[in-house]
């Protein structure tokens, strides 16, 4: 048994290798390519996605991963061996019903699909974007049907990025959500300006300030490095090799926040178990639990009181020509006002979870048939001034705003919300162990906190399937109430104060 444990584990490292070389080249299209490459980088991209596609659909690996029946069935469930095993036969059995000829065409349109995304977005011209959301949309459908029927078609693009969840599970608690939204935001939404958070704010200096504070957090420069992208993410060659990226304007200072966001990414691959490099199991658990950091470390912590207690004075110092006779509580409040807008990723927190509901439907509608993309960007419109209560002025800020759907990532974006409600379940579980963490945090100290989510969360990797693991970490499943328990008390404090 030991000799074919280390044979799969051999070549499941490769592939794992080949995964992230892929990734490599996705950040370096983003960050530094220059665009003329975009054409061949897509067959670049093709190539290396349909050799790991290969690689791991063998026949080999499937006969290893039954030879190790008996090994996986005499270990621990919690070891690493057998949760490799596990994961790796989930991930085989899922990848060998995609023909690797239809994995590369998806590669190969994402990767095309951004580039004229880009170009979209800066011109602000569906049109010429449509072809390609279309060639993703088609491929997607195609991908559904190598899969047993389910419940919905959704379900299968769903489980890509929460393994095992459901859309009427995703549905039920976003039928919470919403109304208590809409609600809360008819109360606490204010219109007051706040003219200084228009800056100017010092480019190089915005970035400044935000590698000090995620220095605190665990940037290591030795490991990562951040840079700037059209639309910011995290990507990640190994346990000790993190990227960061963000955008930044001299109008405002929302890079810092999405320098924040990014971090809690980053944070979460850098504290997976150095045990697990090189294997399935070395990244984050799911992409909802993924949110659920970086919305943890931008918002909760971020946006919170204790934070800017230690970090606004600093902040008037490196911008003291804008803040210099601007209060901490004034700040604080300018941070945290809730006033809906357009763009998704400068929403505030009670607003947020409303852009990804609008999405989640809209995807659903695409998916089954019941949307073209030709009428796409008016029931966007429509839906956005309902929820949101502002008309949408053009397409850039409105359906062209997000990278996702370029790269055919239908299935991702309801784990955003899901993010938030779970940030809070693990938020309420660490304070119990943790009662002075707002201590800590407004004394600049985040070694405790930062030690007990790498224990209880961060090194688990993916060992263990979505639900389990936020039943080990908080005892529990997904449950909305405490999110909307945590912004009635935020929110509601700010609007009577």
């Not at 999405?258 to 504290?271: D, I, K, Q, V």
């Not at 150095?274 to 943890?296: I, W, Y």
């Amino acid at each position: 048994m030991r000799a074919e444990f280390a044979e799969l584990k051999r070549r499941l490292g490769e592939v794992h290798d080949l995964a992230k070389i892929q990734e490599l080249l996705f950040w370096d299209q983003t960050v530094m390519m220059p665009p003329a490459g975009a054409a061949v980088r897509a067959e670049q991209l093709t190539t290396i996605d349909r050799i790991a596609h290969e690689r791991f659909v063998d026949d080999e690996v499937g006969r290893l991963l039954e030879a190790l029946r008996p090994y996986e069935e005499s270990l621990d469930y919690d070891s690493d061996d057998a949760s490799l095993v596990r994961v790796a036969r989930r991930d085989w059995g899922k990848a060998r019903r995609v023909p690797p000829e239809l994995s590369a065409e998806l590669t190969k349109a994402a990767s095309e699909g951004n580039e004229a995304w880009v170009q979209a977005r800066a011109d602000d011209d569906y049109a010429s974007f449509r072809p390609w959301l279309d060639r993703n949309l088609e491929l997607k459908r195609r991908y559904i049907d190598c899969f047993d029927p389910t419940d919905e078609p959704y379900d299968v693009l769903l489980d890509d990025f929460e393994p095992g969840m459901k859309t009427a599970e995703v549905r039920e608690v976003f039928d919470r959500l919403k109304p208590g939204l809409v609600s809360l935001i008819g109360e606490v939404a204010s219109d007051e300006e706040d003219a200084f958070m228009r800056g100017p704010w010092d480019e190089e200096r915005q970035r400044d300030f935000a590698l000090s504070v995620i220095e605190r957090w665990g940037f290591e420069r030795e490991s990562w490095r951040m840079d700037p992208t059209v639309h910011p993410f995290e990507a990640s060659a190994g346990t000790r090799d993190i990227r960061l990226t963000t955008r930044s304007s001299p109008d405002d200072i929302t890079s810092l926040f999405t320098a924040l966001h990014e971090c809690g990414h980053g944070l979460y691959e850098r504290g997976v178990s150095p045990s697990l490099e090189r294997t399935p199991l070395c990244s984050g658990c799911s992409s909802t639990l993924h949110e659920s950091q970086s919305r943890m470390w931008e918002n909760i912590v971020g946006r919170g009181r204790p934070f800017w207690e230690f970090f606004y004075p600093r902040l008037q110092g490196q911008f003291p020509e804008v803040l210099a006779a601007v209060e901490l509580e004034d700040f604080y409040r300018a941070v945290n006002r809730v006033r809906p807008s357009y763009i998704r990723v400068d929403a505030d927190e009670a607003t947020y979870s409303l852009h990804i509901i609008l999405r989640f439907e809209l995807e659903q509608e695409l998916i089954a048939g019941r949307l073209s993309t030709a009428d796409l960007p008016e029931a966007w419109n429509a839906r956005f001034e309902e929820y949101l209560g502002i008309p949408v002025p053009n397409n850039r800020v409105g359906v062209l705003q997000d990278v996702h759907w370029s790269g055919g990532g239908f299935g991702y974006f309801p784990t955003y919300a899901l993010g938030n409600v779970v940030s809070v379940q693990i938020w309420e579980r660490l304070r119990e162990d943790l009662p002075d963490v707002d201590d800590q945090i407004a004394a600049g100290e985040f070694g405790p906190f930062g030690e007990w989510l790498r224990t209880h969360l961060y090194a688990l990797g993916r060992k263990f399937t979505p639900r389990e693991t936020l039943e080990r970490v908080v005892g529990t499943g997904i449950d909305p109430e405490p999110y909307l328990r945590y912004l009635e008390r935020k929110f509601g404090a700010l609007a009577t104060a």
